[in-house]
Each structure stands twice: as structure tokens, then as C-alpha cells.
């Protein structure tokens, strides 16, 4: 009888512990966009990859990584392109990618806030991603987020005390379970 009440017992707790977890999205990277301005430009980066454990009622396990090909950038015409590609700005032959990794996530506002850490050319700096999170169904949803990133500290462009080296990036991310 012991043994039956240990075994009810550990059942319960790995069926409790199952809903503890958050859900994995998978994310549409060909649907996926990575656009930014700024510094006078617009343009886009592709080949967005990530992982996103997220679910909004248990947030303080969810976490979202994700990746750029920083050589996937257009910004208008090949030589633009080209120009930002090389060691004056994003040095795309030595530092290839551009991840963020959150390390938190909480409500804000009608949203979201993942804190984390944006690694872009050989700078890591500490970051806030507010986003939304919009279910188109069951299956379906959309992670939606603006930020904004001071890209002289990443050496990207010269540090400006105006404010001419900041870039609003916009992602838009569907998801399906």
C-alpha cells in the first residue's frame, strides 16, 4: 500500500512538473523580419534563427535566443551594402552574427519585456526587448518587438553625444507550436 502511495506521489509531481515547463515556438524564419533605421539608412537582415521557450503564464521560465547572418544585410544598393558589410562598420567576415540571449522576461504594460544580452560585432551589452505576443490560434502566434540600440557601443559607428548613432530595430516573428 506504501508503495502504491509513492508511486500516486511521483506520478502526480512529473504530471504537475509537465505544465511547470514553458512551450516551445518555432519560429517562421522565412516569414521572420529584422528591419532597422537609423543613422540616415533603412534595411533588413534574414536568416533569423532562434529558440523561443515562452509561455506568457509562467514567464520566469521562458526564455528567447536569437540570431542574424549579419552578411544577409540590405540596405538599398550592393555598394551601400557592401560599405556596411566592412571592417568600418558591422566587419561581417570577422563577426558574422548578431545573437541576443534573454535572461529574464516579465509583463510590461499589455506586453512583454525580455532583459538580456544583444552580442553584435565584439561588444556584448546588456539590452531591454519590450514585444508583444499575439495568438492567431491554437498553433499559431506572433512575437512582435521594437528596440533600440546605441550602435556606437557596439563599434558599429562612431559614438555620437547627439544621438546620430541610434538604430530602431524592428522584428516581427509568427510562430507556430
Known sequence: MKKIHVLTLALLVLLTSAFTVSIL??????TSTVNFEGGGKKGTFGNLVSTINFDKTNLKDSKITASIDVKTLKAGNERLNAH???P???DAEKFPKITFTSTEITGFGNGFLANGTLHMKDSTKVIE????FTEDGNDKATFSGTMTVMAGDYGVMKKSKEGNDKVIVYLTVPVTK
Open 84 to 86: 556596411l558589410l566592412s
Open 25 to 30: 515556438w518555432k519560429a517562421d524564419e522565412k
Open 88 to 90: 568600418d562598420f558591422f
Open 129 to 132: 526587448l519590450p514585444f508583444t
